[in-house]
């Protein structure tokens, strides 16, 4: 009996020990300043109507068609289309920047509903590089602009032309509920939206 009850003694000894091993175990942590030069930057995209005459939008028919577009005068059927011009200055910088161009009419249509329900905008941007930048995908609604090896933004003319259409629905599809109506496009905004590159 005196020889079991120590056995289990001693075992009941070594367990104790290897649990309380079990709490010393330690691993380094240590730091370093990782020096300078460990900032990052941001870029720029800005944009403003072109100053002076250049940045008047012009409107006209898309199809050229005669007399000339008047926004005072001019009365819109299903079908028709018009093409808004304007030229804005464009501040931009980043190595990988690509962004796109829309008219964004949610907040200028103000008018009757059901006519601002049937005009849509589709945009597309046209630019000419400065010297040291490149830009590609001028006539398109999307720019990619390169700035080259030079450590300021670079500002260039973006000519946007908006085209804005009253589809030609089904017959009967709109009937007298767009009539004589009237919607301002006053309000309209020139939206540039970074995607990915």
């Known amino acids: 009996m005196r020889k079991t009850t120590k056995g289990a003694l001693a075992v009941g000894a070594g367990v104790a020990l290897l649990l309380g091993g079990a709490g010393t175990?330690?691993?380094?942590?240590?730091d370093t300043p990782?020096?300078?030069?460990?900032?990052?930057?941001?870029?720029?995209?800005a944009v403003v109507p072109k100053t002076g005459?250049?940045?008047?939008?012009?409107?006209?028919?898309n199809n050229?068609?005669?007399?000339?577009?008047?926004?005072?005068?001019?009365?819109?059927?299903?079908?028709?289309?018009?093409?808004?011009?304007?030229?804005?200055?464009?501040?931009?910088?980043?190595?990988h920047l690509k962004f796109t161009?829309?008219?964004?009419?949610a907040p200028a249509l103000s008018g009757d509903a059901n006519l601002t329900a049937a005009v849509t905008a589709a945009t597309t941007l046209t630019a000419t590089a400065p010297a040291g930048a490149t830009i590609t995908g001028s006539g398109t609604n999307q720019l990619t602009v390169t700035p080259g090896t030079g450590a300021a933004d670079v500002t260039f003319d973006v000519t946007v032309t908006s085209v804005v259409t009253w589809g030609l629905g089904t017959a009967g599809s709109d009937a007298a509920s767009t009539m004589g109506k009237t919607v301002s496009l006053t309000g309209a905004n020139l939206s540039l939206t970074q995607v990915a590159p």
Not at 25 to 30: D, S, Y
Not at 53 to 61: H, K, L, R
Not at 101 to 105: R, S
């Open 101 to 105: 161009g829309a008219l964004d009419l």
């Open 53 to 61: 005459a250049t940045g008047s939008p012009v409107w006209a028919w």
């Open 34 to 45: 990782v020096g300078a030069a460990a900032s990052v930057s941001s870029g720029t995209l």
């Open 25 to 30: 175990l330690a691993a380094w942590k240590i």
């Open 64 to 95: 050229g068609a005669s007399p000339a577009f008047d926004a005072a005068t001019s009365r819109l059927v299903p079908g028709d289309a018009v093409r808004r011009t304007q030229v804005f200055t464009v501040t931009a910088r980043g190595d």
